[in-house]
């Protein structure tokens, strides 16, 4: 088609779309090409504005390295990452659900845990928690058999991927659920930590007078066979950032009550002081349990990143 008007040129795509053989992906593209024209319209998009909306997805693809995820940190502080989860859980975004975001910092193979066992596999600081878990089916009838990885930041807000002080697969572990759906380990009671900011994500915050903080958290993701693979983010209760998580992510459904011991005997006996426990229920639905590319493959050299927080504009 020769172009007459700017109108010709949405209209020319998706006639030459319409080439296209797979029906799905004619409908993801028809979608894309539709809404990708209007918003350059409707924003009234200048060519200058234009050229640093490239720069900035080139960016994106320059940051993200084997240890750093910057378009999946990108995604979820645009609410985007949010939005896919609780569309496509919770019978189709019309109930409530424990499945959450994967995160940017998940990695394949982690260590075994046995029953009851410790994920900390270098000192940091932090008190002791002990971590209870359950894992039903729709019909509240335990899931057996589930393989749970788990994983969390220090209780200085770093995940071990991001510190070379830690051990590697420092704080994560894999656990298998017995005969009632039930895992347990031990760790320390993760922080909140501020996102990173030296990219354009720290620019999209710092623009818009936003925080970079994230409540405190475990992940875990539940993979079997015949159900759909679940990844969770179990956010402390106590935490002060419940309101205006960085990343949009903070369901009442996954807000777990991280319950501090004072003066009570702990369920180890190398423990003395306070401690905390976490006990938290999981739901996970019938569907395929293919696992996503992690976001991440490796542990970052050098030293320790910078903590750097933002304030929110009042």
Request: net charge negative; glycine share 8%.
């Amino acid at each position: 088609m020769i172009i007459a008007s700017q109108q010709d040129v949405t209209a020319a795509v998706l006639a030459e779309l319409e080439r296209a053989t797979n029906p799905r992906f004619k409908e993801i593209m028809r979608a894309a090409v539709v809404h990708l024209h209007d918003f350059a319209r409707d924003a009234r998009l200048t060519e200058a504005e234009f050229h640093q909306a490239c720069a900035i997805v080139a960016q994106l693809g320059r940051l993200t390295t084997e240890s750093h995820n910057e378009v999946v940190l990108a995604a979820g502080s645009l609410g985007l990452s949010s939005l896919i989860c609780l569309l496509n859980n919770g019978d189709q975004g019309q109930t409530e659900t424990t499945a959450n975001l994967m995160g940017p910092f998940w990695r394949q193979d982690a260590p075994r845990v046995e029953p009851g066992g410790s994920i900390v596999r270098s000192p940091v600081p932090g008190l002791p928690i002990f971590v209870n878990a359950w894992v039903r089916d729709a019909e509240g009838r335990p899931v057996e058999g589930a393989e749970v990885d788990v994983w969390h930041t220090s209780g200085e807000g770093f995940y071990e991927n991001q510190d070379p002080a830690q051990a590697e697969m420092n704080l994560r572990g894999k656990l298998t659920t017995d005969a009632r759906g039930h895992i347990a380990f031990r760790s320390v009671k993760p922080a909140g930590y501020p996102i990173p900011l030296d990219g354009p994500v720290g620019a999209l915050l710092r623009a818009q007078g936003r925080h970079n903080m994230r409540p405190a958290h475990i992940h875990f993701m539940i993979n079997k066979p015949g159900y759909k693979t679940q990844f969770s983010q179990v956010y402390s209760s106590d935490d002060p950032f419940l309101e205006s998580d960085a990343q949009f992510a903070v369901t009442r459904a996954l807000i777990g009550q991280y319950v501090l011991h004072s003066n009570e005997a702990a369920p180890a006996p190398d423990v003395s002081g306070d401690w905390y426990s976490l006990d938290f229920h999981f739901v996970i639905e019938a569907g395929d349990n293919r696992l996503p590319k992690p976001p991440i493959s490796g542990k970052a050299g050098g030293e320790r990143p910078v903590r750097e927080v933002l304030e929110r504009r009042q």
